[in-house]
T-cell receptor, first 113, second 115 residues
Framework: DTEVTQTPKHLVMGMTNKKSLKCEQH?????MYWYKQKAKKPPELMFV???????INESVPSRFSPECPNSSLLNLHLHALQPEDSALYLC????????????FGPGTRLTVT | GENVEQHPSTLSVQEGDSAVIKCTYS??????FPWYKQELGKRPQLIID?????GEKKDQRIAVTLNKTAKHFSLHITETQPEDSAVYFC??????????????FGSGTRLQVQP
């Protein structure tokens, strides 16, 4: 199984809402990533988890709160977002040693109203 | 940090022609260079990658070349087909523990293959 899954596919939320994005992989990867992609732009790294510990936070605002409850799951908790946070949120995973390939999930398209 | 520049931003070719996309990177610690293809509304898909101990790699109609001295790498697609139309991203990543393996992407090239 070389698939990374993400739910939901689409999410519309108001600026006062609290929501969560979920990512799951069953490839035995111990590194998981969150990227944000605006229209017609490349993915931008937000967070990296390695062995369920946060190893990189690219100065992301605290209204985005990541969580890695186990080696297969990665969550992104959202609170008090702004309209400019509307984007495609991509999850990826990779091995921590040896092959470097990062596999991306299909993304969650988030709209903040 | 790493900075990856990608050219051209758009590329239109006739079916059967070749397409070349070029990237440069700034961090000499980078040693892994993947290329992703992203179709509209879909996830980035890894199509080929190269590590810094290799100068060229081929996979059927796709090839990637790397010049570590000049810090640039290129994607070559031969015998292009309409289904090759998509946005292509190059990326660079340093070696080492996972905490430093984050990908830095180029700005993307929109490839259109005209039938």
């Amino acid at each position: 199984d070389t698939e990374v899954t993400q739910t939901p596919k689409h999410l519309v939320m108001g600026m006062t809402n609290k929501k969560s994005l979920k990512c799951e992989q069953h490839m035995g990867h111990r590194a998981m990533y969150w990227y944000k992609q605006k229209a017609k732009k490349p993915p931008e790294l937000m967070f990296v988890y390695s062995y369920e510990k946060l190893s990189i936070n690219e100065s992301v605002p605290s209204r985005f709160s990541p969580e890695c409850p186990n080696s297969s799951l990665l969550n992104l908790h959202l609170h008090a977002l702004q309209p400019e946070d509307s984007a495609l949120y991509l999850c990826a995973s990779s091995q921590t040693k040896g092959p470097y390939e990062q596999y991306f999930g299909p993304g969650t398209r988030l709209t903040v109203t | 940090g790493e900075n990856v520049e990608q050219h051209p931003s758009t590329l239109s070719v006739q079916e059967g022609d070749s397409a070349v996309i070029k990237c440069t990177y700034s961090d000499s610690a980078s040693n892994y260079f993947p290329w992703y293809k992203q179709e509209l509304g879909k996830r980035p898909q890894l199509i080929i990658d190269i590590r810094s101990n290799v100068g060229e790699k081929k996979d059927q109609r796709i090839a990637v070349t790397l010049n570590k001295t000049a810090k640039h790498f290129s994607l070559h697609i031969t015998e292009t087909q309409p289904e090759d139309s998509a946005v292509y991203f190059c990326a660079a990543s340093p070696h080492g523990d996972t905490g430093r393996r984050a990908l830095t992407f180029g700005s993307g090239t929109r490839l259109q293959v005209q039938p």
